[in-house]
């Protein structure tokens, strides 16, 4: 039973630090994608950032509503950071 348990809490372990890693991965690519050249993407990446309140991603999206040009897109990121700003207090 004791070497099952250490595999277990090895596996959970590896598991879990793993995940944390994909995670960091996703969030830099996704906060790249925010500037990013296409629209699709910039979208893509607000509908990723929206789950993620922080201090620092409102104000990334304070930055990314100053530059963005699309109407649609900033609006969304206005709508995003309002309920960001809510949540947070």
């Not at 296409?38 to 789950?51: E, I, V």
């Not at 991603?57 to 960001?84: C, F, N």
């Amino acid at each position: 039973m004791g070497k099952r348990l250490l595999a277990l809490s090895f596996g959970l372990t590896a598991g879990s630090l793993l995940g944390l890693g994909l995670a960091q991965h996703s969030m830099g690519r996704h906060r790249r994608d925010l500037f990013s050249g296409r629209p699709l993407r910039r979208l893509a990446a607000l509908g990723h950032l929206s789950s993620y309140a922080s201090v620092d991603t409102v104000r990334l999206l304070g930055d990314y509503i100053a530059w963005e040009q699309q109407t649609m897109l900033r609006r969304r990121a206005q709508a995003i950071a309002r309920r960001m700003e809510q949540e947070l207090g």
